[in-house]
């Protein structure tokens, strides 16, 4: 607890682990993907998804199990067109919101949108700093040039950014 007796998050998260309660929920949100990268271990890349209203569902539950955050993954979770919908409710329900993504179907507006939701984190993978091997795991011409300028964007708006990367 700090000083003035007011529980920090990691407090929060502390009592979950002493308590062995859930306090982070992983959703993959659908297979589908723009990029085909060679290591993906998904055979298809098809699968849409569960619809709203089921992920909807899942959220309010975990919210009544005191889940604390919850990790928006995918496939490429921007093919999906309820995502702001779904970061949204996430987000009504004092859900942290982690997103994973490779964050090739971002635009600046997009980059606004999720900033003005108070985004906890948004992680992504960067192969290489040399676009002939990038472009070559993602099997996308020009992904890497796409990948830079869109982390960019995402400190622009102050967006907390992971960037993986393999070594």
């Avoid at 998260?13 to 308590?19: D, L, M, S």
């Avoid at 199990?65 to 995502?83: H, M, P, Y």
């Avoid at 980059?111 to 700093?129: C, E, G, K, P, V």
């Amino acid at each position: 607890m700090k000083k003035d007796n007011q529980p920090r998050i990691q407090d929060l998260y502390n009592e979950g682990y002493c308590e062995r309660n859930l306090v982070s929920l992983t959703i993959e949100l659908l297979n589908s993907c723009n990029w085909n990268c060679r290591h993906c271990y998904l055979p298809q890349h098809t699968n849409m998804g569960l619809e709203f209203d089921i992920v909807a569902n899942i959220l309010e539950q975990a919210r009544d199990l005191n889940i604390l955050e919850v990790v928006l993954t995918g496939g490429e979770i921007f093919l999906r067109k309820d995502i702001f919908d779904i970061i949204e409710k996430a987000r009504s329900l004092y859900l942290r919101v982690y997103l994973y993504s490779n964050a090739s179907l971002l635009t600046e507006n997009k980059i606004r949108r999720l900033a003005d939701y108070y985004i906890t984190q948004y992680s992504l993978t960067l192969f290489s700093l040399d676009e002939k091997i990038h472009d070559s795991i993602t099997r996308c011409e020009g992904s890497l040039k796409i990948l830079l300028r869109n982390i960019s964007l995402i400190q622009k708006y102050g967006i907390p950014i992971e960037i993986k990367t393999p070594v």
